[in-house]
């Protein structure tokens, strides 16, 4: 009977490294190709950022180098959550909430400038009217979740012992 639950021991330690190395490669693969998005998002953003400044852009190209810098932004959390997640082998839900707030901040620059774009037509309309107003419901749900991040995020950071952001780990020999 001893045999049989030191064969079964054996049996759930190298399933469980089979699973901890494939776990580990797909997150390697995953840092990878993340990696190599942001790095094309970088290219764009410069190119973007190179044409704005050339053309002295209006409102509408600075929202767009913008907002790709922000997606850029995302990305980059995005890598280091994969990263912390195959150092530590938990999953921390922080960077995730960055990458909300992050989201949601780009939406916000968005719909800004559309509801500006619409504000500033000559021909008002029921439909430009109705759009505004949806505009400003999106706006108001939006500016809500942000402020419910931001105080998850500062809950976050008061609930750990240690004050350090998440994904930082502790000097050797601490516990």
């Given at each position: 009977?001893?045999a049989?639950?030191?064969?079964?021991?054996?049996?759930?330690?190298?399933?469980?490294?089979?699973?901890?190395?494939?776990?580990?490669?797909?997150?390697?693969?995953?840092?990878?190709?993340?990696?190599?998005?942001?790095?094309?998002?970088?290219?764009?953003?410069?190119?973007?950022?190179?044409?704005?400044?050339?053309?002295?852009?209006?409102a509408?190209?600075?929202?767009e180098?913008?907002?790709?810098?922000?997606?850029?932004?995302m990305?980059?959390?995005?890598?280091?959550?994969v990263?912390?997640?195959?150092r530590?082998?938990?999953?921390?839900?922080?960077?995730?909430?960055?990458?909300?707030?992050?989201?949601?901040?780009?939406?916000?620059?968005?719909?800004?400038?559309?509801?500006?774009?619409?504000?500033?037509?000559k021909?008002?309309?029921?439909?430009?009217?109705?759009?505004?107003?949806?505009?400003?419901?999106?706006?108001?749900?939006?500016?809500?979740?942000?402020?419910?991040?931001?105080f998850?995020?500062?809950?976050?950071?008061?609930a750990?012992?240690?004050?350090?952001?998440?994904?930082?780990?502790?000097?050797?020999?601490?516990?």
């Amino acid at each position: 009977m001893s045999a049989h639950s030191e064969d079964q021991g054996r049996l759930t330690r190298l399933a469980s490294a089979i699973f901890l190395h494939t776990e580990h490669a797909i997150y390697a693969a995953l840092g990878l190709l993340l990696a190599l998005t942001a790095i094309v998002a970088l290219v764009d953003a410069a190119g973007l950022t190179w044409e704005a400044m050339r053309a002295l852009g209006g409102a509408q190209q600075i929202l767009e180098v913008i907002d790709r810098l922000l997606f850029l932004l995302m990305l980059i959390e995005i890598l280091h959550t994969v990263r912390v997640s195959m150092r530590s082998g938990t999953l921390t839900c922080e960077p995730f909430l960055i990458v909300g707030l992050i989201a949601s901040i780009r939406r916000v620059l968005v719909i800004t400038l559309q509801s500006s774009e619409i504000m500033h037509a000559k021909d008002w309309s029921p439909e430009k009217q109705a759009l505004f107003q949806a505009s400003m419901i999106e706006l108001g749900v939006l500016a809500g979740l942000i402020l419910t991040m931001v105080f998850a995020i500062f809950l976050l950071h008061r609930a750990r012992d240690d004050g350090r952001p998440a994904g930082e780990e502790k000097p050797a020999g601490e516990s």
